[in-house]
């Protein structure tokens, strides 16, 4: 946790540098206005951040489209699964058994001489 910490301050120095030496880098952008003077380290910002937020609005209409039987295959995979654990330890069990009833059969002919 401290190194993640460390490494976050390091990043946050990093980048108040870099913003910091490219203040002087200035261009014109347009969003419905024109914004003249705008440092380059801010626009990259703005990009940054308006890719995450595009990002997450496809994000949610992917999943609101995506059909329902993606879930109801996901289930029905989930239960045979369920399925196929319970038949091996039903096996496993009549195995154990199958070998308990041997051994306890071998005894008894010993038991009689």
């Given at each position: ?90 096996l496993a069990k009549e195995k154990q058994a ?10 008894k002919p010993e038991a009689e001489k």
């Amino acid at each position: 946790m401290i190194v993640t910490l460390i490494l976050i301050l390091l990043i946050v120095v990093f980048m108040a540098f870099f913003i910091g030496m490219n203040l002087s880098n200035v261009c014109t952008f347009w969003f419905f206005k024109t914004y003249t003077e705008l440092p380059v380290a801010v626009l990259a910002l703005i990009a940054f951040g308006a890719g995450i937020i595009f990002a997450l609005l496809f994000i949610l209409v992917a999943k609101m489209k995506a059909p329902p039987s993606d879930a109801e295959a996901r289930a029905q995979k989930k239960l045979e699964k369920k399925a196929k654990a319970e038949e091996k330890l039903r096996l496993a069990k009549e195995k154990q058994a199958e070998k308990e009833a041997k051994k306890v059969k071998d005894r008894k002919p010993e038991a009689e001489k």
